[in-house]
């Protein structure tokens, strides 16, 4: 069981103040429940975020964010430009992949955000789908080592990273660097270690839901709006805790409307 409270962090917490409206309902109990509980839901995408994720959507280069995923994408979007996901096209971008590997890989260590090791002190944790995960020395984040193998471009990977960073800002990446494993190119990420249960299915449909994803198929969501698809929101990607929800994976893609 979950509730989302207008200060929460769950997608808009960096834009409270512009929340124009929210509902609110009493959601019955159940044999294996708490007696019911008052939960409101708080509109997830103001105007100013919506401008932002339609910036991305249309492949602008974003002004005034001056974090490093931010910067790497603008970069890619520079000097190889922007297209929407075609899932059929994916095979055929692989040589556009491994052109922007070796850009990354050589402006990574132009930049000195070449990596030869993990940070010192990480503790490997599993492989995803993915990610080869590792718990950082602090024991409060996660340290995610990801090839971009759900993508056919670079750019579709730091494109999903921005457009999470800015619903989900509590459980945000920061883009550490650059490495390889063997001959592939693997992203450093960082992200808030969060601990906890795994989420509701129907908990996470209806908040998606309200704020414009609707469920297509299994796990996927499509907000027709601004043209996002969101894959694989099974129960293990999303934390429950304290009655809030954490998202701490997702795969967004810019579809052709």
Known sequence: MWCCRRDCWIFISSYRSQVAGCRAFTRPATPFSNPPFFCIFTEMIPDELRKKLKNIVDGAILEGRHDSCTAVRNLLCQSFGTSPTVKSEFQSKSILKEKQARFLKANAEESDTWLDFIPAGSQYLTRGGESLVYLSLDNRHVIKCNDATYYASWTEYF???????????????VLLGFTSVGIHLFAV????????????????????RFNGFENIKRQDYYNSELGLLLEDMHDENVIAKDGLLFFIDTVFYIMKK
């Open 159 to 173: 494109n999903s990273l921005i457009i999470h960073n800015l619903l989900f800002p509590t459980t945000e990446y």
């Open 189 to 208: 990420v960082e992200q808030r270690y969060v601990q906890g249960e795994q989420a509701d299915l129907a908990d996470i449909r209806e908040l998606l």
